[in-house]
């Protein structure tokens, strides 16, 4: 069965960092374009750093120069270093694969940033 595991979220304090990681079961992840969205509370899911198979990047403007997505396809790890972060930075942070007719989704892992 294909799953998508998430770790690493939590609650920290604003300025500080954390690393979520998603490992994905099956090699043929290695291929596939990987990254993270999230979900606060109210509010629509939303992309937050994607990754190519190849290494290519993309960020939503509001984590520019904060976050770092990077993969390690031998381990079919996806992670996403956040730094610098803010309360607004709270949500449900979900990993995503992107297969050519289906996009798998993992369960997701809370990340709190408060004081």
């Known amino acids: 069965q294909v799953q998508l595991v998430e770790s690493g979220g939590g609650l920290v304090q604003p300025g500080g960092s954390l690393r979520l990681s998603c490992t994905a079961s099956?090699?043929?992840?290695?291929?596939?374009?990987m990254g993270w969205y999230r979900q606060a509370p109210g509010k629509q899911r939303k992309l937050v750093a994607g990754?190519?198979?190849?290494?290519?990047?993309n960020y939503a403007d509001s984590v520019k120069g904060r976050f770092t997505i990077s993969r390690d396809n031998a381990k079919n790890t996806v992670y996403l270093q956040m730094n610098s972060l803010k309360t607004e930075d709270t949500a449900v942070y979900y990993c995503?694969?992107?297969?050519?007719?289906?996009?798998?989704w993992g369960q997701g892992t809370q990340v709190t940033v408060s004081s």
């Open positions: 995503y694969a992107r297969a050519p007719t289906y996009i798998y």
């Open positions: 099956g090699s043929i992840f290695s291929i596939y374009p």
């Open positions: 990754i190519t198979s190849g290494g290519m990047t």
